[in-house]
């Protein structure tokens, strides 16, 4: 059996949302713009999925646009807003964004013609707020900045972040990425003081392929993809009716999950890895990151020989941020806080719900056998 | 055995997997990401990996990447730029064999449990009666490697398997299309694979080091010629683009001269030479002496010479051979039939006399 601690890659999916799934392939399920009973059997499931979500987040149900994940929310959330924007002016993300924002934002400034600013973070990965005082006046039309980090699991202070935004800029569009933070903080809360929030199914144990972007309906967007007109002219495609209904229970499960529980895990697995291998770095302090993620550096070992040996014993994580070709490479997030070192292992450890108090133990067990086999084996070579 | 087989994505390399699967050992596939830049082809680009993972699927076998862009950067490329930027000719492939697939390489494996690292060169390794590690010519001659592998330090070389040494190309082809690996087809890969085909060496240099230019003077006449934008570019034994004075007499590059910023040119005689002094030599198990026929071998596909070994680095010829650039590689092969690798050193001189 494997030990998964990869969760913030991808969630197993939860058996509740298996068996949700499996029973609507029991019967056919029509298109739901279908003028017929069938038709109107899909769309009272989207449209009840639709509730569900809206409900969850605090937001009506005409916030909810459903999309294929988190990156192509993001993409909407950025090009649908410079889109209708007033023309020039910047765009304001955080040094330490996920690709799908980065990469994203950066593309559609300079299509549309327009500055990327770009918000540095303390050796914590916390956006620096008195950045973000200088950095926003009223020509920042869009800020996107992630609400938790993929790889280190920082916490983003975006109440404070959206508070100054809305004094210096009153204008610009708030979005955050919670594709890695609904799990974990308060959604509700969040969404409250946004404009628009990224999130994905299989972050959350649903199914890789659906995710929606929660926006105010008082924020006026254009679509990115053309066609039929569904999701309210946002997003157009014909509906997928299981992956909306998927992605509904997977967002409903969060609430009855006990995070303090995978806090609890998380210090045991993080201060186990402390007592039984010497000389390993949290990457920053535990408190500042989400409760399913612990990032540690490894000095005297190469990421991807430790990656192997975790990979030979069971143990799925992951290390650094995988390129295209799948080899390893430096990744922004560590550059920007400061934590890339020669002959240094990155390593994130993930847990979300099918973690287990065993799966910990075992873990810490393998772990540090790998580690301190690669530290005996350093001199080893020709 | 449990052996990692260097995959490259190319034909040679899918079929050296799955013989010594065949063979019953554990076999796992590992591509290397080495060169960070843009590129053509070669070891490094997403279809390459993608190829090779394919064929280790098809394999039925594990498929991993490691990425050593780091080293290749510091033992390959940045090597690389400093001999050019000395006047010297460099040859990148060799050092990445010798630096980054038979040292970086195999010592990873080594540490993660691996017995022995393969690759597809066409070469033969094996052990002898005395237990001495033997590295030969391949079969196939048109393809025979054993000159690009001549670098392979003494400590790695009882790690390496060939398992391609014994056949021809045209059958290791055969074997890919009847197993349908995608690879069956593929050209061989031809170039530096850090160094675009648009832009070629001299952009990758002028990205670089500062290119000068220099005076072409003949040798014979110590009269100036012409002039070259780049001395960095000239290769000692070319002929083409010295700057020619237009009477009709072939010229060839006898010395890049650093010091003085020149090129000096001559006639073909003029470029022959019966000496040679290394750098950097070692030989593997057995160590000719002083007096010993060897042959050399002085590039990929050059034939080999008959030569003597004098001892302290230092070569005489039988024949004359035209002028090896200094910075170029000299494998030395035994005296009886110049099938084994002996070993082999760096070109610091080559002249009429030492």
């Known amino acids: 059996m494997s030990i998964y601690l990869d969760h913030a890659a991808t969630s197993p999916l939860r058996p509740e949302v298996r068996d949700l799934i499996f029973s609507f392939y029991n019967e056919p399920i029509a298109n739901p713009s279908g003028k017929h009973e069938m038709g109107r059997h899909s769309r009272r499931i989207l449209d009840d999925s639709r509730e569900k979500i809206a409900s969850c987040f605090g937001a009506r149900p005409s916030e909810v646009i459903f999309t294929s994940g988190g990156t192509e929310s993001n993409n909407l959330a950025i090009f649908g807003t410079l889109s209708r924007a007033k023309e020039g002016g910047a765009v304001l993300i955080s040094q330490v964004e996920h690709r799908a924002v980065l990469n994203t934002a950066e593309i559609a400034a300079k299509r549309s013609g327009r500055y990327l600013r770009v918000a540095p973070v303390d050796s914590d990965g916390v956006v620096r707020l008195e950045s973000i005082n200088n950095l926003v006046d009223e020509t920042v039309r869009i800020v996107s900045i992630m609400a938790s980090n993929n790889e280190i699991g920082t916490i983003e202070p975006i109440e404070e972040i959206a508070k100054i935004v809305r004094k210096l800029s009153p204008d610009a569009i708030i979005h955050t990425d919670a594709v890695q933070g609904a799990h974990w903080l308060d959604i509700q809360k969040l969404f409250e003081v946004v404009d628009m929030m990224s999130i994905s199914a299989h972050k959350l144990g649903g199914p890789v392929g659906v995710g929606a972007l929660l926006k105010k309906d008082s924020v006026k967007i254009d679509p990115i993809i053309h066609g039929g007109g569904q999701e309210r002219e946002l997003r157009s495609g014909t509906n997928d009716v299981v992956g909306a209904a998927a992605l509904a ?73 995988a390129c295209a070709s799948g080899s390893l490479s430096p990744s922004h997030v560590l550059m920007a806080v400061d934590a890339v070192m020669d002959s240094t292992a990155a390593i994130r450890l993930s847990l979300g719900w099918s973690t287990t108090r065993a799966e910990i133990d075992e873990a810490i067990d393998k772990i540090s056998d790998s580690i301190s086999n690669l530290r005996k084996k350093s001199t080893v070579g020709i | ?162 398992p391609l040494g014994s056949l021809r190309k045209e059958e290791v082809r055969k074997i890919a299309n009847s197993l349908g690996f995608i690879t069956a087809d593929k050209p061989d890969s031809q170039d530096i694979c850090f160094i675009l085909a648009t832009g070629g060496r001299e952009q990758f240099l002028k990205e670089r080091i500062e290119l000068h230019s220099a005076k072409v003077i003949d040798d014979e006449t110590e009269e100036v010629i012409g002039e070259v934008e780049a001395l960095e570019m000239i290769t000692v034994g070319q002929r083409r683009f010295l700057g020619e004075k237009g009477d009709g007499r072939i010229r060839y590059a006898l010395k890049v001269d650093n010091e003085n910023q020149s090129v000096r040119v001559g006639p073909i005689e003029k470029l022959m030479d019966n000496f040679i002094e290394l750098r950097q030599t070692f030989f593997y198990d057995v160590t000719p002496k002083p007096g010993d026929k060897v042959r050399v071998q002085t590039s990929a596909h050059g034939d080999p010479k008959e030569a003597v070994w004098l001892g302290e680095s230092r070569i005489e010829l039988l024949e004359p051979i035209r002028r090896v650039a200094v910075g170029q590689t000299v494998a030395i092969y035994d005296g009886e039939d110049g099938e084994d690798v002996l070993g082999s050193g760096m070109v610091s001189k080559c002249d009429k006399s030492l």
């Not at chain 2, 000719?89 to 038979?102: A, L, Q, R, V």
Request: net charge negative; proline share 3%; hydrophobic share 40%.
């Open chain 2, 1 to 162: 055995m449990k052996i990692a087989v260097g995959m490259s994505g190319g034909v040679d390399s899918s079929v050296a997997a799955h013989l010594l699967k065949e063979e019953g050992h554990e076999v796992v596939g590992v591509t290397l990401k080495l060169w960070g830049g843009l590129s053509d082809q070669g070891c490094c680009s997403v279809s390459d990996v993608e190829d090779a993972r394919y064929v280790a699927n098809k394999l039925g076998i594990e498929h991993h990447v490691w990425g050593f862009t780091e080293e290749f950067n510091q033992y390959v490329v940045d090597p690389y730029v400093y001999s050019h930027s000395i006047g010297e000719t460099p040859n990148p492939c060799i050092e990445c064999n010798k630096k980054i697939k038979f040292d970086v390489m195999v010592s990873r494996a080594l540490r993660l449990g691996f017995d022995a690292v393969a690759t597809g060169h066409y070469a033969i390794k094996f052990k002898d009666q005395d237990g001495k590690f033997i590295l030969r010519r391949s079969i196939d001659r048109k393809k025979d490697q054993s000159y690009v592998l001549s670098g392979i330090k003494p400590a790695a070389l009882e790690y390496c398997i060939f």
């Open chain 1, 249 to 321: 229970k997977a967002v409903e499960l969060l609430k009855a999950d006990n995070i303090e529980e995978t806090r609890t895990l998380k210090n045991q697995l993080a201060d186990g890895l402390m007592d039984s291998v010497e000389n390993i770095i949290e990457t920053v302090p535990r408190d500042v990151a989400v409760p399913g993620l612990f990032h540690i550096l490894v000095p005297g070992v190469a990421g991807e020989e430790l990656l192997y040996l975790l990979d030979k014993s069971g143990v799925c994580v992951s290390a650094g941020s």
